[in-house]
């Protein structure tokens, strides 16, 4: 009977999983994975700070997405269309959309290489298909019913946590580390730390949860949003919270684990600098041995697979939401043309970053620089939104919730700000 009890209440759990699972999933996406690699190579544990602190900043900016969705009904953009001027929303899907691109490009090219890493040929042959498949899967397959699929391939990051058993690790550093001594505050790290920020707290996950609980209520006749049954608040904000900290705490241990690998193999042995997916995937060595590579590519691809529909997703809803056009994953092509023109315009214009000339791995890292850049005005606005009475009724954020999420805006100011002092 305990047994019975013991399952129900997991099963339970499990459906309380949604929209934040999937976005804390699709943060671990080839940005976040170069980026980390990138920190533990150049610094060791001396940046193992940054991941710690970005979980409870990023668990409230997430909240406050969720919560702007579910209780309005509307997307994030559609809330800022109501009561900010259009030009300066206008302005912020613009930084989206062109961040987002970017990042769709980066994780393109960084799959391409990587698969072609894997077989020894047809790096741009490979980001031409992957871009084709993404497209085609947005199309024609609902996103949840084949991202619980790539889930599985995403799997392979735990790879990372198996190479921090196979290598000696001074914990006692590492453990000094995560709580901020020994920190690296160098003019260096300057850049890598706005990169982690923006990798980890990206702009394109507020738009796309907020847009994931809105569809998540159409896809249930009975239920409204919380501002016209209040009644149902209780019940909602315990999912959207369970969902969020899963989500969120899944992906920050991935991220830890990435770090402290790649700083007790690659820092280690002096390699202080990633400049291609071969120098990356060196840090599985300890595990892989010589299938490293073909490791390092299917966690590339899958993440990658998992990412690139949420980055152009959420400019869609984003661009979408603002013209009045029709929305969502699982209407068909022509049932949502602007939707899915805004999607497949994306995919085409960051295909241009693979036959840029800059390595695949480096545009994965300035494409997270980029995000911690503009999730500052992201952020304020959607700290505004969540305060808005008129919008969010007697739902608006918790003084908690709110003072954290501006915390959360301040800090990533401080950094983009650092990181411009040091450059200029």
């Known amino acids: 009977m305990a047994g019975l009890r013991l399952r129900f209440r997991s099963i339970a759990l499990l459906k309380q999983l949604g929209p934040g699972i999937i976005t804390g999933a699709a943060d671990d996406d080839p940005s976040g994975i170069a ?109 949840k019913r084949y991202a619980r699929l790539l889930m599985v391939l995403t799997l392979s990051l735990l790879s990372y946590v198996a190479v921090m058993f196979l290598v000696h690790i001074d914990w006692g550093a590492a453990g000094l580390a995560m709580i901020g001594l020994h920190a690296d505050l160098s003019p260096q790290a300057a850049t890598t730390i706005v990169a982690v920020f923006g990798t980890t707290i990206s702009p394109y996950l507020f738009f796309w949860q907020s847009a994931e609980e809105v569809e998540e209520l159409d896809h249930h006749a009975g239920k409204k949003p919380l501002k016209d049954d209040p009644a149902e608040a209780p019940k909602a904000y315990r999912r959207m919270r369970i969902d969020t900290i899963a989500g969120m705490a899944a992906s920050n241990f991935v991220a830890l684990a990435i770090m402290i690998a790649t700083a007790a193999t690659l820092h280690a042995a002096g390699k202080t600098n990633i400049q291609t997916a071969a120098d990356a995937a060196k840090a599985l060595e300890p595990l892989a041995g010589h299938f490293a590579f073909l490791l390092f590519s299917s966690g590339i691809v899958g993440t990658g697979l998992l990412a690139v529909p949420v980055l152009a997703g959420s400019a869609a809803y984003a661009v979408c939401e603002t013209r009045g056009w029709r929305i969502g994953l699982d209407y068909m092509p022509w049932e949502a043309v602007g939707f899915y023109s805004v999607i497949g315009a994306a995919v085409a214009l960051g295909l241009g970053i693979d036959y840029s000339g800059l390595d695949p791995i480096k545009a994965l890292y300035w494409s997270a620089v980029i995000n911690g850049v503009i999730a500052v005005p992201m ?46």
Do not use: C
């Open 379 to 424: 952020m304020a606005a959607m700290m505004y939104v969540s305060s808005h009475r008129r919008l969010m009724g007697e739902f608006t954020s918790a003084p908690a919730l709110r003072w954290l999420g501006w915390i959360s805006t301040a800090v990533m100011a401080a950094a983009t700000a650092a990181m411009a002092a040091t450059m200029f």
């Open 35 to 143: 980026t980390y690699s990138q920190a533990g190579a150049q610094s060791g544990f001396g940046l193992l700070w940054t991941v710690v602190l970005t979980f409870p900043l990023m668990v409230a900016i997430q909240l406050v997405s969720a919560h702007i969705g579910r209780i309005t009904g509307r997307g994030l953009a559609a809330n800022m269309a109501k009561v900010m001027p259009r030009s300066l929303v206008t302005a912020l899907v613009f930084l989206l959309f062109a961040a987002n691109t970017i990042n769709v490009g980066a994780d393109l090219a960084a799959m391409g290489e990587a698969a072609g890493l894997a077989v020894g040929f047809g790096q741009h042959v490979f980001t031409v298909a992957f871009a084709l498949l993404s497209v085609l899967l947005q199309l024609f397959v609902p996103y």
